[in-house]
């Protein structure tokens, strides 16, 4: 059974940066595109952006260009989510998500398999 674990959430202050991590267990992310949503308290979840099986990155919050970004470590079966200059507003859970296609849906309700999410909060 396909697996992935959030990890790497936590307690930063505005200004700060954090790295998360997906890993993935039961199939291998080389031939998957994975995305990042989240879903912050009292409002509906937000696909982040996603990363193809080659590396193409997709937002879906264009907002988060330049301070958000996406890598992947096939060897490690890991994908990363790297934030920066992060605000109160960007409190959330976090969670990572896979789909067995080439390209990034268009869509983050086109992913197929989902983490159980880590907690992001941004606060002084």
């Known amino acids: 059974q396909p697996q992935l674990v959030e990890s790497g959430g ?18 291998t992310l080389d031939y998957y595109a994975i995305g990042w949503s989240r879903q912050a308290p009292g409002k509906e979840r937000e696909g982040v952006l996603c990363i193809s099986n080659h590396d193409e990155i997709t ?5 988060l260009k330049g301070r958000f970004t ?33 390209v990034c849906p268009v869509s983050d309700d086109e992913f197929d398999y989902w983490g159980q999410g880590t907690q992001v ?3 002084s």
């Open 10 to 27: 936590g307690l930063v202050q505005p200004g700060g940066s954090l790295r998360l991590s997906c890993a993935a267990s039961g199939f």
């Open 59 to 63: 937002y879906y919050a264009d907002a």
């Open 70 to 102: 996406i890598s992947r470590d096939n060897a490690k079966n890991t994908v990363y989510l790297q934030m920066n200059s992060l605000t109160p507003e960007d409190t959330a859970v976090y969670y990572c998500a896979a789909v067995a296609w080439r």
């Open 121 to 123: 909060t941004v606060s």
